[in-house]
């Protein structure tokens, strides 16, 4: 049985992920609106992670016979101005998540269960990755993103990105 606090943040958790898949879908058909159908596709693909995500924070609370408590899940209320400023709030919402996993962490760490911070372990590490990424894509938006050419060569390499399911044992 894990700790109630513990199983209150996962299930808080559940529906931040939902939510940042649907707001990675909004950005998506930003990108797509614009033309920069690559840009669409790294945040499709980025949609599909989130969702993943979720699914695994449902399947642990399952596998520990806690109930799974779904919510409304908000429309995405950020400001989509041009496509630099969508990097900027993927970004900041990855750093977002990454403080929530971390007070996850914190709360099992407290309550001393272990189980589920060595779940939460591949989270963290996933939150790093994901942050570097996204700032990465931001630095060569900075790079590319003035040249027609240069963008499109970018725009093009996103396009490529396919989707891989995460690979956490549970």
């Known amino acids: 049985m894990l700790d109630k606090k513990v199983v209150e943040l996962l ?80 970004l900041k919402h990855e750093q977002y998540v990454t403080s929530l996993i971390h007070n996850i962490y914190d709360a099992a760490y407290t309550a001393k269960d272990f189980r589920t911070m060595q779940f939460l372990d591949w989270f963290v590490k996933e939150q790093g990755e994901e942050e570097k990424n996204t700032d990465n894509l931001i630095k060569k938006y900075e790079l590319f993103g003035d040249d027609s050419k240069s963008l499109y060569m970018l725009d093009s390499e996103l396009g490529a990105r396919v989707y891989a399911a995460p690979s956490l044992v549970l």
């Open 11 to 90: 299930n808080k958790q559940v529906n931040k992920e939902f939510y940042s898949a649907y707001l990675y879908l909004d950005f998506s058909n930003f990108y797509y609106d614009l033309g920069l159908d690559g840009f669409g596709n790294w945040f499709k693909i980025q949609a599909q992670e989130e969702r993943d995500h979720a699914l695994l924070f449902i399947q642990y609370l399952q596998n520990n016979a806690e109930k799974v408590t779904l919510e409304t899940i908000d429309k995405p209320a950020v400001e989509l101005k041009d496509a630099r400023t969508v990097l900027e709030q993927a």
